[in-house]
């Protein structure tokens, strides 16, 4: 049975910081690209992060680049999205997703979803 949980997110201020979690149970954490996908209402579901099972190399959208963090625990099955410096366009509920042997930031090829978790930035 294939499970990724989110935990972490919670309302910010503007400039404030979240670390969310994705606790991955099923497969293991080293096979699969994890990739951080987010979503507000009224939008399209964009990635924002993903590390790759293969080396762990690193990807970030221009929109994140600078401030969010990706990093994995492959003891605990669980990555991590740092989030600093977060700005009301953060805002939006995220997603973990985990694909085989792929590194990419485009959703179709990712197999498994979690439920998501919400991240709200506002005064």
């Known amino acids: 049975q294939v499970q990724l949980v989110e935990s972490g997110g919670g309302l910010v201020q503007p400039g404030g910081s979240l670390r969310l979690s994705c606790e991955v149970s099923g497969f293991p954490l080293d096979d699969y690209t994890i990739g951080w996908f987010r979503q507000a209402p009224g939008k399209e579901r964009e990635g924002v992060s993903c590390?790759?099972?293969?080396?762990?190399?690193?990807y970030y959208s221009d929109a994140v680049k600078g401030r969010f963090t990706v990093s994995r625990d492959n003891a605990k099955n669980t990555v991590y999205l740092q989030m600093n410096s977060l700005k009301p366009e953060d805002t939006a509920v995220y997603y973990c997703?985990?694909?085989?042997?792929?590194?990419?930031?485009?959703?179709?090829?990712?197999?498994?979803w979690g439920q998501g978790t919400e991240v709200t930035v506002s005064s």
């Open positions: 590390i790759s099972n293969k080396d762990g190399s690193t």
């Open positions: 997703a985990g694909a085989l042997f792929i590194a990419t930031l485009s959703a179709p090829p990712y197999d498994y």
